[in-house]
Structures are given as structure tokens and as C-alpha cells.
């Protein structure tokens, strides 16, 4: 049961740090499908400082570094998918599935160099890091608390306070629902949108290593992030773009991918004897369902998706 | 010397010609960033490895052992021109089909199971996988047209529902010792697809069937389809301006509907394609969606949005693909191929731009070429 709550708060976590980097994106105008993409670069960046870094380094640093290395790689990953859809006005979808694609293939091809060239028989795409890994983690009975949790808290206050309370949020979000009338008023469209995407490039990137880092096994770089930053947004409509909503979502998409890492543990769900694919779709299972609940009264930004020209009307 | 710049105009001015010089640009710019990946890699060896991935098949000394690898890229590339083919059909109406890779799964798992554990004939079994991939498009199509889910999202969620759905459907027929599913041939070899004696131009590669011819011309018959037919006139209108299309008259969520159970069907076929030629078997442990619908979004939009140009894209990618795993795996990996494809989508992104900016520049040439020539009159 433990066991449970722990890895539901986990991937919760997750879904929150990125789907709040999806709220952001939207809000300011741009639909960032490459959140998938811009977590594997997080985790990549995550996890090659778990593995370089000294294992006797004091655990509160080897966080802080993780996460600084997750947001670095996230931050400059998604400038691709700023350069070309504020400033070149690509087709956002079109981009963000290019990301997606290119960090799978790019983590996968870096990783086994990294290996190769370290032990030419090691073909593997995994890094390996379980030493330093324990820092992640402060066990309090037999719940393990993980810090991350602890930065998917503050980061889900922040996005409310910054979203609602502060004039960069109100402004943010009147680029995203009316563009000409922002840049009526004198707010630049373009460094808005900018400040959008790499926030949610930041998120996005330490929810990459935190969902890597959440399972018992090391990770593979070669299946990516198994569609987790597609849950994600589907977490942010569920959450009608609202941050809140969003960490309450969250819970209970977490619950659903939890179970599928823990239902053996349970001798009433081992009984039933059900396959492991069937858990292992639940959470996608959900979400498709709980879309076709939610979408049709949707409170999307009007203008989310449409590149910004200033000369049209 | 007037009328030889116009003609040079007119000819970069021409549609087609954008698309192709935009396609070659593309190719040439990730090629070029692949090169440069495999020189950080590994120096020494890096021009070799790029040519190589070139050369895929050519590697090989003789004739007719080059023929022989030619016809494996072919056995691939005809599910991938499926795939970007049905990416195609549904962006012209306005739909972003990144289900392809999911619709092409539950084609592989209709036909598989037809053939391995029903025991159909092969045309059972496409025709299976056809509506296994329609309908997969069908609910991607009902949740967007009355529902208002974005085609995108419920597309992913279906890949992975579709991938653990076909894991245990398929788990029944898999050999005792390996998590791949038992050889078509061994068990139904009804369910192979015909040849037709095309095997014999490949110095019998057994794997050369009729799904080749097949799916080039099913190319041609969307290509006929959006150009000529007031369905395919009616689908572009949709995408296009999708209100202006519903005030005309037009049924459009009923076309979002079809459109997407066509876009799924041809996925689905695509599957079909590899897996009843043999060439392939599904692994029912596969943790992750194969790549071939995504690489179909390389294929489609380096063919530049026409079904004509996306037969030779669709050979292309493959082509690298195929190329990669010819690298040596104890220096590179094969992935650098995807990564090169990879990179070719992003820069399909800049393609509009491309075009724009090539008109703007053609524009101001004109127009400055005809101020000359009146100022000589004068």
C-alpha cells in the first residue's frame, strides 16, 4: 500500500512538472507537442550527471545539480521548437513531433557512444547511475520520500501565484487569448511566447528525469518516455489549463500508471490474473476517456496554435 | 539574355519545382548534421560510415547480391510509403494522423492473427488489417469530430492501447523459445503474399511480393483521388477552411470521419504488407510503438505533401534506414539513421518559409529585371 502512494505521488509528480510546462506554452499561444521530446534531453541531461558526479558528493548537491543539468538540457532543447514556431511560423504540430523523434534518435545515438567508447562490447542504450541515485531519495519508514515530489509541490504553487497573481503571468496569458490586442497595449508577443516555451522546457526537463528515475531498473534511452508527455497534456485539459486542476488531475492519472508498477503486490489484483498489458494500459485508457469527456466544453487559450504575425489582422 | 532570366523565373517559380529543390535542401542539410554527429562520435571512420549509410545495398560486390538487398529495402519501404500515405491523406483535411503508427499496429496484429492462429488465405488477411486500421482511425475520427479531442492526443493514447492490445492478442501464436510470433510460412503458406514472379528480378529474394507494385499504386489512386474527385476536392476544402466548408454544404464531420478510416485502413494495409511477406516477425515483449508510422511523417512531408514525390521520399528514408544498420555496431549506432530522419522532419518545418522567402526574392528579381529594361527603352 505504501508502496502505492509512493509511486503514485511519484509519477504524479511528474505529470504536474510537465504538464505545467504544457500550461505555460499554451497559455502564452504556442501548443508544445515536443514536451515528450524535451523530457527524454532532460533525462539525458539528469542522468549523465548521476553518472559523472562523485557518489560521496553531499545528496542535497547531487540534487540541486540534477536539476540544474534537467533544466539546462530542457531550456535549450525546446529553443528548437521556439526558433521555429514564433519566429519561422512552422506548423506547431509538425515541429513538436520532429522533436519528439530527433531526441529519441539523439539520446539513444549519445548514450551508446558514451557506452561504446567506454567498453566497445556495451551496446546498451541505458547510463548507469545506481550509486548516486540514493541521494534522490530519503526513506522515512518504509515510504521512500523522493525530492522531486517536493519540487512538483513548489513548482505547482509558483505556477499558480505566477500565473494569477503576477503582471508577467496576466500578460503570458493575453498572448495566448488575443495577440493583437497584447500588442496593442505594448506587450511584445514574440518575447512573451518565447518566455512560454522555455519555461515549459524547464519543466518539462525535470519531469524527464524524474519519470526515469522513478522505476527500479535502469532506463533505456531507446523507447523514449513512453508517451508520458502526451499524458501529460491530456492531464493539462483534464485540468482545463488551470494549475490546480492540473495537480488534482494528476493524482489521479499517477494512481493508474502506479498500478501497473505495484498491482502484483496485491493478492486481490494478482488474483484476478489479469495480463500485465491490461495495467499497463490503463493510463491511456483513461485518458482517451476522459478526454472525450472533457474536450468538447474546452477552456483552451482562443489563440494557442496559430504562429503570431504582426502585420495581420 | 531577358528572356533566358524570366524562363529561369518561371521555372524556380513552379510549385513542383520548390517542393523538390526544398526536399534536396533538406536531405542534404541532415545529412550533413548526421555527418557531423558521426565526426564527434568517431573521426576516423566517419566519412566511411556516412557513405556507407548511403550506399546501403551497394555495399555488396557483386550484382546480384546488391539486387538481392534491394529488394529488402523495398520489402520496407512499400509499408512505409503506406504510412506516410496515410499521414498524407488526412493532413489534406486538415488532420494531423500521428495515429498512422497505431493503426498500423492493429493492422500487423489483424493479419498475424488471421494467419497464424485463424488460418486465413492472405487476402482475408489484408483485408483483415485494412479494417483493423479503419477502425482504429474511425474512433480517432468520432472523438474529433463530435467530441472535439485533438487527433494528436487520442492518436498517441491509441498507439500504446493499440501496441498492448496486439502484445497479447499475438502472445497465442509466439514460438515456445523466443518472444517472436511463429513464421508465416512455416505454419499458413497461404497467407504469404503472392509474388508473381517479381522475386525472380530480385535474384530470388522470396520476400519481393506484389506489395510493392501495390502500394505505388495505391499512390497514384490518392494522388488521383485529391486531384480529380469531388471527394478529394471536398477534403482539401475541409482542411483548408474547414466553416467555409461545412457553410457550402459540405458534410464535414462526416469527412473527418471517412478520411480518417481511409488514412487508418492504409496503415493498417501497410502492416499487412511486411508482415504477410514474411520478411518480419512481431516481437510480443516490444515495449515501444515501431517507428514506421512516425518515419511515415519524415516520408510524407519530405515528398512534399504529394503522393507521387512521397514513393521516391518514402525509398529515401528507408534507403538510410537500411543503410544505418550496415555501420559498424561496435563504433556506431544504427539509430544515427533515424537520427538523420529525425532531422529531416525539423527541417520540413522550415519548408513554407523556404517557399515564401524563394517567391518574395523571385518577385523582387522580376520586378527589378522589368524596371532595367524599361529604363533602357527609355
Redesign the interface.
Known amino acids: 500500500m505504501v508502496l502505492l502512494i509512493q509511486y503514485t505521488l511519484l509519477f504524479a509528480s511528474v505529470l504536474i512538472l510537465v504538464a505545467l510546462g504544457g500550461c505555460f506554452s499554451e497559455h502564452s499561444g504556442v501548443i508544445n507537442l515536443g514536451l515528450e521530446g524535451i523530457m527524454v534531453m532532460g533525462a539525458l541531461g539528469g542522468a549523465l550527471t548521476l553518472k559523472y558526479i562523485s557518489p560521496s558528493t553531499p545528496a542535497i548537491l547531487i540534487v540541486l545539480a540534477v536539476i540544474l543539468a534537467a533544466v539546462v538540457s530542457g531550456v535549450v532543447y525546446s529553443v528548437l521548437l521556439a526558433v521555429a514556431c514564433i519566429n519561422l511560423k512552422a506548423d506547431q504540430t509538425l515541429v513538436g513531433t520532429a522533436l519528439n523523434m530527433l531526441a529519441a534518435a539523439a539520446a539513444t545515438v549519445i548514450v551508446k557512444s558514451i557506452n561504446m567508447a567506454e567498453n566497445p562490447d556495451n551496446v546498451s542504450s541505458t547510463v548507469q547511475y545506481t550509486q548516486t541515485k540514493k541521494a534522490l531519495v530519503v526513506p522515512i519508514g518504509s515510504f521512500q520520500f523522493n525530492w522531486f515530489m517536493l519540487v512538483a509541490l513548489i513548482a505547482l504553487i509558483l505556477a499558480y501565484v505566477v500565473l494569477y497573481k503576477t503582471r508577467f503571468g496576466l500578460r503570458l496569458m493575453a498572448c495566448g487569448e488575443h495577440p493583437q490586442a497584447a500588442d496593442s497595449v505594448g506587450i511584445n508577443v514574440y518575447t512573451m511566447r518565447w518566455a512560454g516555451v522555455l519555461i515549459s522546457g524547464m519543466l518539462a526537463g525535470i519531469g524527464g528525469i524524474v519519470y526515469i528515475t522513478a522505476g527500479v531498473s535502469e532506463w533505456k534511452f531507446e523507447v523514449g518516455v513512453a508517451g508520458f508527455g502526451f499524458l501529460a497534456l491530456a492531464v493539462m485539459i483534464f485540468g482545463q489549463w488551470k494549475p490546480i486542476n492540473i495537480g488534482l488531475a494528476a493524482i489521479l492519472f499517477g494512481f493508474f500508471r502506479a498500478l501497473s508498477n505495484v498491482y502484483s503486490g496485491f493478492d486481490f489484483l494478482a488474483a484476478l490474473n489479469i495480463p500485465g498489458s491490461v495495467y499497463n494500459m490503463m493510463p491511456y485508457i483513461i485518458s482517451l476517456i476522459v478526454l472525450a469527456f472533457t474536450s468538447s466544453n474546452s477552456r483552451a487559450p482562443k489563440a494557442e496554435g496559430i504562429p503570431y504575425d504582426k502585420g495581420s489582422r | 539574355m531577358g528572356s533566358s532570366d524570366n524562363s529561369k523565373n518561371s521555372f524556380l517559380a513552379k510549385p513542383a519545382v520548390q517542393s523538390i529543390l526544398a526536399a534536396i535542401l533538406c536531405i542534404i542539410i541532415g545529412l550533413f548534421v548526421g555527418y557531423i554527429?558521426l565526426l564527434i562520435?568517431?573521426p576516423k571512420g566517419a566519412t566511411e560510415a556516412i557513405i556507407t549509410i548511403l550506399k546501403n545495398y551497394f555495399t555488396y560486390p557483386t550484382k546480384a547480391a546488391a539486387m538481392k538487398y534491394l529488394g529488402n529495402t523495398l520489402v520496407k519501404a512499400a509499408p512505409l510509403l503506406m504510412c506516410a500515405l496515410s499521414i498524407q491523406f488526412c493532413y489534406q483535411a486538415g488532420l494531423?494522423n500521428?495515429g498512422a503508427a497505431g493503426q498500423y499496429v492493429a493492422g500487423a496484429g489483424a493479419a498475424l492473427f488471421g494467419a497464424l492462429s485463424l488460418k486465413l488465405p492472405w487476402i482475408v488477411c489484408l483485408l483483415a488489417a485494412l479494417i483493423a486500421g479503419g477502425v482504429f482511425g474511425i474512433i480517432v475520427g468520432l472523438?474529433k469530430s463530435y467530441?472535439?479531442?485533438?487527433e494528436?492526443?487520442?492518436g498517441?493514447?491509441?498507439?500504446?492501447?493499440g501496441l498492448?492490445?496486439v502484445?497479447?492478442l499475438l502472445s497465442g501464436v509466439k514460438e515456445t523459445a523466443s518472444p517472436y510470433t511463429v513464421q508465416v510460412a512455416s505454419v499458413n503458406e497461404s497467407a504469404l503474399l503472392p509474388s508473381l514472379g517479381l522475386e525472380k528480378l530480385f535474384s530470388n529474394n522470396k520476400y519481393v511480393t506484389i506489395a510493392i507494385p501495390l502500394a505505388i499504386l495505391v499512390a497514384i489512386l490518392i494522388k488521383v483521388i485529391l486531384s480529380k474527385t469531388v471527394f478529394g476536392y471536398e477534403i482539401k476544402a475541409t482542411g483548408m477552411a474547414k466553416d467555409a466548408a461545412k457553410y457550402s454544404g459540405m458534410k464535414e464531420k462526416r469527412n473527418v470521419i471517412i478520411t480518417l478510416f481511409i488514412g487508418g485502413a492504409l496503415a493498417g494495409i501497410g502492416a499487412a504488407f511486411l508482415f504477410l511477406s514474411g520478411y518480419e516477425q512481431w516481437s510480443v515483449t516490444q515495449?515501444?510503438v515501431p517507428s514506421m508510422g512516425?518515419n511515415g511523417?519524415?516520408a510524407t512531408?519530405l515528398g512534399g505533401l504529394d503522393p507521387i514525390g512521397t514513393i521516391f521520399a518514402s525509398y529515401f528514408i528507408q534507403h538510410i534506414t537500411s543503410g544505418g544498420s550496415y555501420l559498424d555496431?561496435?563504433?556506431?549506432?544504427s539509430?544515427?539513421s533515424?537520427?538523420i530522419?529525425?532531422?529531416i522532419?525539423?527541417l520540413?518545418?522550415?519548408v513554407?518559409?523556404f517557399k515564401l522567402y524563394l517567391n518574395n526574392y523571385l518577385r523582387n528579381r522580376q520586378e527589378r529585371a522589368k524596371e532595367r529594361k524599361e529604363g533602357g527603352k527609355r
Open positions: 554527429a562520435i568517431n494531423f500521428i472523438l467530441l472535439n479531442v485533438n494528436v492526443i487520442s498517441i493514447m491509441l498507439n500504446w492501447i498492448y492490445t502484445n497479447m515495449s515501444s512516425f511523417i519524415a512531408f555496431k561496435n563504433i556506431y549506432p539509430q544515427i533515424d537520427f530522419s529525425a532531422i522532419i525539423y520540413c518545418g522550415f513554407l518559409f
